[in-house]
């Protein structure tokens, strides 16, 4: 027997939601294991779906299959206008990174409502300097603001993700939510920013190492404060912006005077750094090599001749550490992070939300797993 056709659907929705998630009509179809000819019809009125091609766009297209039998169609969602990705890709046609940055302002919202429920003071994030700004002079604003001592910073060493978590909890204390990522790739998108006061948000990918994710997070954290967020694009208009970032970031994470200060630079001779030096000093400041190396270039300490040759060694490196395995439970409390967390579980402790709610804003958790995150 032959599913119905879903008759009312509107076919002026289907084509915004196709377009507002990124895809072109051939990449739909081609999901759909239909023709393009097919999903134009749908879309200019000559023909519908069945219900159950319309539950698969619902899938495709992140909306519940009601939603195309709205009326009207829905006005144009904003999406950043930068992102830190390598290639050149325009956000509009990245579904992954769409659907990722709504999910992440979905959120957001929740939390928002959550705080107001509650009845709970919002922590408000007020840091702001300028583009005109030194990029160390704002490195040193931002350790101010934050109460952290770079004495403090480096007794975070105990493994890889210390400093991560350190810095994680001390970012939402002070009105950041962070959120973390998987399914995409780092070398498409490492972190996005948005710059929504009360609660902006700052996303990382959890496929970087976690020393990387440090670097992203203040990279992402300079944006924010010097309003210049987004999801950061590397291309020509925007380079000049994202090494302004990028010297934020480092020079907060590795203070100049700090790294001259370590025995392995006072002890080290010559231009050429072997790896086990830059891993030592990386894993002291909590950053990767890289950043290390970067850093001791600008301090004249290497030059950029070297630090192309070393980096070459690099790229035939597979994963320094391996990825070991994490309880599922744990995994979604480090993707929507400590603060929003805590918001969702108090919001249904309190029975202002049920335990669908509470999956749902949980970004779809099993209620089998609920039990182990409190824990």
Request: charged content about 30%; proline content about 5%.
């Amino acid at each position: 027997m032959r599913t119905p056709k879903a008759t009312g659907t509107n076919h002026n929705i289907l084509q915004w939601a196709r377009k507002n998630a990124g895809y072109s009509a051939s990449e739909v179809a081609k999901k759909m294991d239909k023709k393009t000819e097919v999903i134009t019809s749908w879309e200019n009125g000559e023909d519908v779906p069945t219900f159950k091609q319309l539950s698969k766009l619902s899938k495709i297209y992140h909306y519940p299959s009601a939603f195309f039998f709205a009326e009207e169609v829905p006005e144009d969602e904003p999406l950043p206008s930068d992102y830190r990705t390598m290639p050149d890709r325009n956000i509009e046609n990245f579904p992954e990174i769409i659907f990722e940055i709504k999910d992440a302002q979905e959120r957001r919202e929740i939390a928002l409502e959550l705080t107001q429920k509650l009845d709970i003071p919002l922590p408000e994030f007020d840091l702001e300097c300028s583009l005109d700004d030194d990029p160390e002079d704002i490195a040193f604003k931002i350790r101010e603001y934050l109460d952290v001592t770079i004495e403090e910073q480096l007794k975070w060493k105990k493994d890889k993700y210390t400093a991560l978590n350190n810095w994680k909890t001390i970012l939402e204390s002070k009105g950041i939510l962070i959120f973390q990522f998987t399914g995409i790739s780092p070398q498409e998108i490492r972190a996005y920013a948005i710059d929504q006061r009360p609660l902006p948000v700052i996303g990382i990918n959890t496929g970087d190492d976690p020393r990387a994710r440090n670097f992203s997070i203040f990279h992402e954290l300079a944006h924010i404060i010097t309003g210049t967020s987004g999801v950061c694009d590397l291309n020509d208009r925007h380079k000049k912006i994202e090494r302004f970032c990028d010297e934020v970031a480092a020079k907060f994470l590795v203070p100049p005077s700090k790294l001259l200060e370590m025995d392995e630079v006072r002890n080290h001779e010559g231009l050429y750094w072997e790896d086990e030096d830059l891993r030592s000093l990386g894993n002291k400041f909590g950053v990767s090599r890289e950043v290390i190396l970067i850093s001791l270039v600008k301090l004249g300490k290497s030059t950029w001749n070297i630090y192309k040759q070393i980096k070459e060694t690099w790229a035939s490196e597979s994963d320094e550490d391996g990825e070991h395995k994490i309880p599922y439970y744990i995994k979604v409390k480090s993707w929507n992070g400590d603060y929003y967390t805590g918001l969702v579980l108090q919001a249904y402790h309190n029975k202002l939300i049920n335990r669908l709610d509470l999956s749902s804003y949980m970004g779809n958790i099993k209620l089998e797993h609920i039990a182990k995150m409190e824990s």
